[in-house]
């Protein structure tokens, strides 16, 4: 359905070299492997002797439209701007021709390259009420910086524009005669529903800022109890305050029942508003954006899971299915 990757066995170690030597010319590779970060793009981890590094090579392939090169510096600058205002973010190098960017050829391809600081630690393995009002605090905190940032160029990614338009795709590279149909008409539901929600009117366009567009507990590490780094700010770009919430939500509240979800959310917003300000709007806006995501993300699954031949009835496929309807309708009880 996409070609999203970049081809890992073109990666190798004087590859690997030719790159780092672009950013840290006096920097050898002691040993380096590749992590996986994300859909699209690859990040390889690098040890030198006295460094710990990723590099990451960028498709240029989307899930919905190509992704430009103004679209990838637009994001580096914005996780440079908030590490340099005290947010836990990877250091991001600059190139000896003073670039965020390189490139470089593999194959046939030639593919933009960044270079980071590696950030330690681990992904979340449970909520606890203390590390989602860290997790509050950090997201209210980069809410907070964005409202002064000044990018110098513009991005051509959108949020719930791509929710749309991701959607949209999904439905029109289907065949007409698929027997699934009954089981993607009630995400269809759930979508159109969510969309419909979303309106301008709906949504506190006041609060339209830069934003990361992809938090979840993949995308932060955790060290000794405390945020080690956010990042993997690929995504980013300018939305609402309450797209940015609703996306973390999708992680967060997942496979919990309506009283569970009431409480973390409880917890969550509580912390939040202590660095930032929210008013109702955002908050119901935020639940209805983390719905979208669960509809939109499942029904891509499934038609990919079509138009690859695989059938929606193994029990794997009828449990995730069963999972967001159960999520959607207990969020809904919380909306109510």
Same mark, same amino acid.
């Given at each position: ?175 007409? +005669? !698929? ?8 995400? /269809?539901?759930?979508? #159109?529903?969510? *969309?419909? %929600? @979303? ?66 959310? +409880? !917890? ?8 930032? /300000?929210?008013?109702? #709007?955002?908050? *119901?806006? %935020? @639940? ?49």
């Amino acid at each position: 359905m996409y070609n999203l990757k970049v081809h890992k066995k073109l990666i190798n170690r004087k590859v690997l070299a030719q790159a780092l030597e672009k950013y840290l010319p006096k920097e050898k590779i002691k040993r380096y492997k590749i992590i996986s970060r994300g859909w699209d793009d690859i990040n390889i981890e690098i040890h030198t002797r006295t460094k710990h590094l990723v590099l990451r090579f960028y498709s240029l392939e989307k899930m919905v439209r190509p992704r430009l090169k103004n679209d990838i510096l637009y994001c580096l600058e914005f996780m440079e701007y908030l590490g340099k205002n005290e947010i836990p973010t990877p250091k991001i190098y600059r190139s000896i021709n003073d670039s965020f960017l390189i490139s470089i050829r593999l194959g046939t391809n030639k593919h933009f390259v960044s270079l980071s600081s590696f950030v330690p630690g681990k992904n979340i393995e449970n909520y606890t009420k203390d590390k989602i009002r860290k997790i509050a605090r950090l997201q209210a905190g980069i809410h907070k910086l964005s409202k002064s940032f000044k990018p110098k160029r513009q991005s051509s990614l959108g949020g719930m524009f791509d929710y749309k338009a991701w959607y949209s795709d999904c439905k029109s590279s289907l065949p007409t +005669n !698929h027997k699934y149909k009954s089981l993607l008409q009630k995400l /269809e539901e759930y979508i #159109k529903k969510s *969309l419909a %929600s @979303l309106q301008p009117g709906s949504v506190n366009q006041e609060h339209m800022i830069v934003i990361h567009g992809d938090i979840s507990n993949e995308n932060l590490h955790f060290l000794d109890s405390k945020i080690a780094g956010i990042f993997d700010f690929e995504d980013c770009h300018k939305g609402t305050i309450s797209e940015d919430i609703g996306c973390f939500f999708s992680s967060y509240l997942s496979d919990l029942s309506t009283r569970e979800m009431q409480m973390r959310i +409880n !917890h969550y917003f509580e912390a939040y508003r202590k660095v930032f /300000e929210l008013v109702r #709007k955002d908050v *119901l806006s %935020s @639940l209805r954006y983390c719905i979208l995501k669960w509809a939109v993300t499942q029904y891509y699954f499934n038609t990919n899971d079509i138009l690859e031949g695989r059938s929606l009835n193994t029990k794997e496929n009828k449990q995730h299915n069963k999972q967001t309807s159960e999520n959607v309708k207990n969020l809904n009880a919380v909306l109510c």
